[in-house]
Protein backbone atom coordinates (compact mmCIF):
# COMPACT_ATOMS: atom_id res chain seq x y z
CA UNK A 1 0.00 0.00 0.00
CA UNK A 2 1.40 3.42 -1.15
CA UNK A 3 1.11 5.37 1.85
CA UNK A 4 2.46 9.27 2.88
CA UNK A 5 2.87 10.06 6.64
CA UNK A 6 3.13 13.50 8.60
CA UNK A 7 5.07 13.60 11.74
CA UNK A 8 6.46 16.90 13.66
CA UNK A 9 3.22 19.21 14.15
CA UNK A 10 2.85 20.74 17.63
CA UNK A 11 1.98 23.45 19.11
CA UNK A 12 4.79 26.68 18.94
CA UNK A 13 4.97 30.63 20.15
CA UNK A 14 4.86 33.12 16.97
CA UNK A 15 9.02 33.47 16.42
CA UNK A 16 9.82 29.78 16.66
CA UNK A 17 10.42 26.98 14.76
CA UNK A 18 8.74 23.66 13.63
CA UNK A 19 10.29 20.71 11.20
CA UNK A 20 7.94 18.39 9.39
CA UNK A 21 8.53 15.05 8.12
CA UNK A 22 6.51 13.14 5.28
CA UNK A 23 7.88 9.46 4.50
CA UNK A 24 6.63 7.93 1.74
CA UNK A 25 6.46 3.98 1.41
CA UNK A 26 5.16 1.53 -0.88
CA UNK A 27 6.60 3.19 -3.79
CA UNK A 28 9.68 5.26 -4.64
CA UNK A 29 9.22 8.94 -5.57
CA UNK A 30 12.56 10.21 -5.65
CA UNK A 31 11.86 11.32 -9.35
CA UNK A 32 8.71 13.02 -9.00
CA UNK A 33 7.39 16.20 -7.12
CA UNK A 34 6.68 16.13 -3.51
CA UNK A 35 5.18 19.42 -1.61
CA UNK A 36 3.33 20.41 0.96
CA UNK A 37 0.30 22.33 1.52
CA UNK A 38 -1.69 23.17 4.58
CA UNK A 39 -5.73 24.45 5.54
CA UNK A 40 -6.90 26.81 7.92
CA UNK A 41 -10.31 26.53 9.63
CA UNK A 42 -12.75 27.84 7.45
CA UNK A 43 -9.98 28.09 4.42
CA UNK A 44 -9.23 25.76 1.27
CA UNK A 45 -6.23 24.11 0.96
CA UNK A 46 -3.61 26.27 -0.18
CA UNK A 47 -0.17 25.25 -1.49
CA UNK A 48 3.14 26.15 0.46
CA UNK A 49 6.25 24.19 -0.92
CA UNK A 50 7.38 21.73 -3.58
CA UNK A 51 10.07 20.09 -4.02
CA UNK A 52 10.22 19.10 -8.10
CA UNK A 53 12.51 15.82 -7.49
CA UNK A 54 15.67 14.21 -5.94
CA UNK A 55 18.07 17.69 -6.88
CA UNK A 56 15.60 19.42 -8.73
CA UNK A 57 13.96 23.23 -8.05
CA UNK A 58 12.02 24.31 -5.23
CA UNK A 59 9.26 26.48 -4.96
CA UNK A 60 7.34 28.35 -2.43
CA UNK A 61 4.44 30.59 -1.87
CA UNK A 62 4.97 34.52 -1.19
CA UNK A 63 3.90 33.96 2.32
CA UNK A 64 6.44 31.41 3.52
CA UNK A 65 9.23 32.49 1.23
CA UNK A 66 12.33 33.79 3.17
CA UNK A 67 11.17 31.47 6.39
CA UNK A 68 10.37 27.98 5.67
CA UNK A 69 12.68 25.64 3.59
CA UNK A 70 11.63 22.16 1.61
CA UNK A 71 14.46 19.29 1.29
CA UNK A 72 14.37 15.77 0.30
CA UNK A 73 16.79 13.02 1.99
CA UNK A 74 18.99 11.53 -0.54
CA UNK A 75 16.84 8.50 -1.48
CA UNK A 76 14.23 11.22 -2.28
CA UNK A 77 11.42 9.65 -0.37
CA UNK A 78 11.36 11.56 2.55
CA UNK A 79 10.41 15.46 2.40
CA UNK A 80 10.58 17.95 5.25
CA UNK A 81 9.28 21.43 5.64
CA UNK A 82 11.96 23.48 7.89
CA UNK A 83 9.48 26.44 9.22
CA UNK A 84 10.95 29.41 10.83
CA UNK A 85 9.89 32.78 12.34
CA UNK A 86 6.25 31.13 12.28
CA UNK A 87 3.21 33.41 12.74
CA UNK A 88 -0.26 33.11 14.10
CA UNK A 89 -1.36 32.81 10.27
CA UNK A 90 0.38 29.46 9.52
CA UNK A 91 -1.62 28.04 12.09
CA UNK A 92 -3.12 25.39 9.71
CA UNK A 93 -2.98 21.36 9.18
CA UNK A 94 -0.11 20.56 6.86
CA UNK A 95 -0.26 17.77 4.46
CA UNK A 96 2.15 16.08 2.42
CA UNK A 97 1.36 15.31 -1.38
CA UNK A 98 3.37 12.95 -3.98
CA UNK A 99 2.62 13.05 -7.76
CA UNK A 100 3.26 10.57 -10.24
CA UNK A 101 4.01 12.92 -12.82
CA UNK A 102 6.20 15.43 -13.93
CA UNK A 103 5.37 19.10 -14.68
CA UNK A 104 7.35 21.55 -17.20
CA UNK A 105 5.97 24.87 -15.30
CA UNK A 106 5.82 26.24 -11.58
CA UNK A 107 2.49 26.84 -11.74
CA UNK A 108 1.54 22.80 -11.92
CA UNK A 109 2.88 22.12 -8.58
CA UNK A 110 1.12 24.72 -6.76
CA UNK A 111 -2.65 23.16 -7.62
CA UNK A 112 -3.58 20.03 -5.44
CA UNK A 113 -5.66 18.66 -8.20
CA UNK A 114 -1.85 18.17 -9.76
CA UNK A 115 -1.19 15.13 -6.81
CA UNK A 116 -2.51 11.86 -6.62
CA UNK A 117 -1.36 10.86 -3.02
CA UNK A 118 -2.11 12.95 0.06
CA UNK A 119 -0.69 12.19 3.68
CA UNK A 120 -3.16 12.45 6.79
CA UNK A 121 -2.54 15.72 7.86
CA UNK A 122 -0.54 17.03 10.76
CA UNK A 123 -1.97 20.51 13.05
CA UNK A 124 0.76 23.59 13.00
CA UNK A 125 -0.37 25.82 16.44
CA UNK A 126 1.53 29.19 16.28
CA UNK A 127 0.39 31.03 19.57
CA UNK A 128 0.99 34.78 19.57
Known amino acids: QVQLVESGGGLVQAGGSLRLSCAAS????????MGWFRQAPGKEREFVAA????????YYADSVKGRFTISRDNAGNTVYLQMNGLRSEDTAVYYC?????????????????????WGQGTQVTVSA
Open 97 to 117: AASTSRYSSAGYYTKTYNYDL
Open 26 to 33: GRTFSNYP
Open 51 to 58: HRWSGGST
